[in-house]
C-alpha cells in the first residue's frame, strides 16, 4: 500500500477477548490518496483470516480519503454489499459515513472490530500501541459493567430493522403461522386432507428455502412463486396426459408396477424415457416459460424473471420441482396408500399411513425431484451464458438429469440400500452444480450463501 509515510489516519484492530490473547495489536495506517479495503480476500490491503472472521465477506468494507482543501485529511467508510453488514458505533451503515476519531467499526456481527484514530505519523509509535487497544477494550469493558442501557435491556430495540434481514423472521413467522393452522386441523376428521396439505407445504417450503440459502442469490420470491403455481396449473392441464402418451405410449417408458417380471437393465430403460426424460422435461416447461419471458423485458426485469446464469436456473428448476413433488404425493401416492390401509384397517389407519409416506416423499425431494431439476436448471443457466454451446449443454444436462431420475425410480423398486445411495449421488451432483454456479456467477459479490459446516 503506497502512500502510507503521510498517513495521519490509521485502524487499530482490537482484540476478540481479553482471556488468551497474544497482546499482539495490529494497526493499519490510512492512505490519503488510496482506498483500503478489507475482507477476507488476499487482494484486499487488510486481510482478515477467514478461520477466525467467517462472518466477513471476502471484500467487506472499504476506506476511502476525502478530497478536501483542509490541512487535515478526512475518510470515509462504505460497505462494499457484504452478506453481514458493516457497523460504525453499532449502526449499520446503509452507503458510506464520514469517520471521526474514535469511531468503532464491525465487519459483520460480532466480527472483525476496528477504531479509528487521527493522529499525526510522529505522534504515534508502535511500541504503544498494545497499550492503546488494552485502553480502549478496558475502557469499554468498564463502563459495560457500570451501567446496562436501554437497548441492552430491551434488545428488539436495536435490532429490529436487521430482524428480517439477519434473524430469519418471516420463516419463523410462517412457522408459527403453519403450526397454529396445524393445531386447528388435528383430530378431525373432516379436516384431515386439509392438516396433509398444511404439513406437505410447510415441508416443502423448507426443503426450497435450504437450497434457496445454498444458491445465496436473491430472486423475488413472486417469480419463484409464479413458476411453482406455472407447473401445479401444467399438471392439472392437457399437457400431462400428452406427455404420457408420447414418452410411455410412442416410446418405451411404459411403468411397471413392480420389478418382479423384468429385469433390471429394462427397467431402467423404462424408467429413463416414462419417469425420467418425460418428467424432467415436465419440469422445466415452466423454467423455460420464465426464460422466453424475461427475454422480452428490459433491465432489471429481465434478471429478476428470466434466467441470466445458472442460479436462476437452479433456483427456478427447484421451485418447478417443488410444486410437482407437491402434485404427485398428495394426487397419487398419498390417496392411494390412504385407500389400500383404510380397506384393511379402517379411515383412521389409512390417514396416519399416508400421513407417514408424505413426510419422507416430501422432505426426500431435496434429493430426488428437486435435485434432478436443479441439476437440468444448471444447464439451462448455464446455456444462457454460453450460448454458441447452448444445444450441447442443454443435452448433457437433460440426458444427465434423466439419467439421475431413472436410476432413483429403478432401484427404489429392487432395495432401500441402493436407493440411499442414488439419492446421496443425487444430492451431490445439485451441491456441486449449485457451487460452480456460485462462482460463475456475474453477482458473485452479492452472493449470501449459507455455508454450512467448518470453514475451511
Request: aromatic fraction near 12%; charged fraction near 15%; proline fraction near 5%.
Amino acid at each position: 500500500m503506497t502512500g502510507q509515510d503521510n498517513a495521519e489516519g490509521f485502524l487499530q484492530q482490537l482484540p476478540r477477548g481479553i482471556e488468551g490473547e497474544s497482546g499482539i495489536v495490529h494497526r493499519y495506517p490510512l492512505s490519503r490518496t488510496q482506498e483500503v479495503i478489507v475482507g477476507r480476500d488476499s487482494s484486499c490491503q487488510i486481510v482478515l483470516d477467514s478461520s477466525i472472521y467467517g462472518t466477513v465477506s471476502r471484500r467487506h468494507a472499504v476506506f476511502r480519503p476525502m478530497l478536501t482543501s483542509r490541512i487535515q485529511p478526512r475518510w470515509l467508510v462504505c460497505d462494499l454489499n457484504s452478506a453481514n453488514g458493516t457497523y460504525v458505533n453499532g449502526y449499520r451503515l446503509a452507503q458510506c459515513q464520514e469517520l471521526r476519531a474514535g469511531d468503532r467499526i464491525t465487519l459483520g456481527y460480532n466480527g472483525a472490530e476496528f477504531v479509528f484514530e487521527y493522529t499525526t505519523p510522529h505522534a504515534y509509535t508502535q511500541q504503544s500501541a498494545p497499550e492503546e487497544a488494552a485502553k480502549l477494550v478496558g475502557k469499554s469493558s468498564k463502563s459495560s459493567d457500570r451501567a446496562v442501557s436501554f437497548t441492552q435491556l430491551f434488545p428488539i430495540a436495536a435490532t429490529a430493522k436487521d430482524l428480517t434481514s439477519k434473524a430469519y423472521l418471516i420463516p419463523g413467522v410462517l412457522t408459527v403461522i403453519f403450526v397454529v393452522l396445524m393445531f386447528a386441523t388435528v383430530g378431525r376428521p373432516e379436516t384431515a386432507d386439509f392438516n396433509q396439505i398444511l404439513v406437505a407445504i410447510y415441508l416443502a417450503g423448507a426443503a426450497y428455502y435450504f437450497i434457496y440459502q445454498l444458491c445465496g442469490k436473491r430472486k423475488p420470491w413472486w417469480t419463484i412463486l409464479g413458476v411453482a403455481i406455472a407447473s401445479f396449473l401444467m399438471l392439472l392441464s392437457p399437457i400431462l396426459p400428452l406427455f404420457i402418451f408420447v414418452f410411455r405410449g410412442l416410446l418405451p417408458g411404459q411403468i411397471p408396477l413392480t420389478a418382479d417380471f423384468v429385469g433390471f437393465p429394462e427397467l431402467l430403460m423404462r424408467m429413463f424415457f416414462g419417469a425420467g426424460l418425460m418428467e424432467e422435461l415436465l419440469k422445466a416447461l415452466p423454467v423455460f416459460c420464465a426464460y422466453l419471458i424475461g427475454q422480452r423485458l428490459n433491465s432489471p426485469w429481465r434478471e429478476r424473471i428470466g434466467i441470466a446464469e445458472p442460479l436462476d436456473g437452479i433456483l427456478l428448476g427447484t421451485a418447478s420441482a417443488m410444486s410437482f413433488t407437491l402434485v404427485e404425493t398428495l394426487r397419487q401416492y398419498v390417496p392411494e396408500i390412504t385407500r389400500g390401509a383404510a380397506f384393511q384397517g379402517g379411515i383412521g389407519v389409512g390417514q396416519l399411513v399416508g400421513f407417514q409416506l408424505l413426510i419422507p416423499r416430501i422432505l426426500g425431494s431435496v434429493a430426488g425431484h428437486m435435485a434432478y431439476s436443479g441439476y437440468f436448471g444448471y444447464f439451462i443457466g448455464l446455456s444462457v451464458l454460453k450460448s454458441r454451446q447452448r444445444w450441447q449443454i442443454l443435452g448433457v444436462g437433460y440426458f444427465s438429469a434423466a439419467v439421475l431420475h431413472a436410476l432413483w425410480n429403478a432401484t427404489g423398486l429392487l432395495s432401500g440400500l441402493l436407493l440411499a445411495v442414488v439419492g446421496v449421488v443425487s444430492y451431490a451432483f445439485l451441491a456441486a452444480a449449485i457451487l460452480k454456479a456460485r462462482v460463475l456467477s456475474p453477482t458473485r459479490s452479492q452472493n449470501f450463501a449459507t455455508r454450512f459446516g467448518k470453514r475451511p
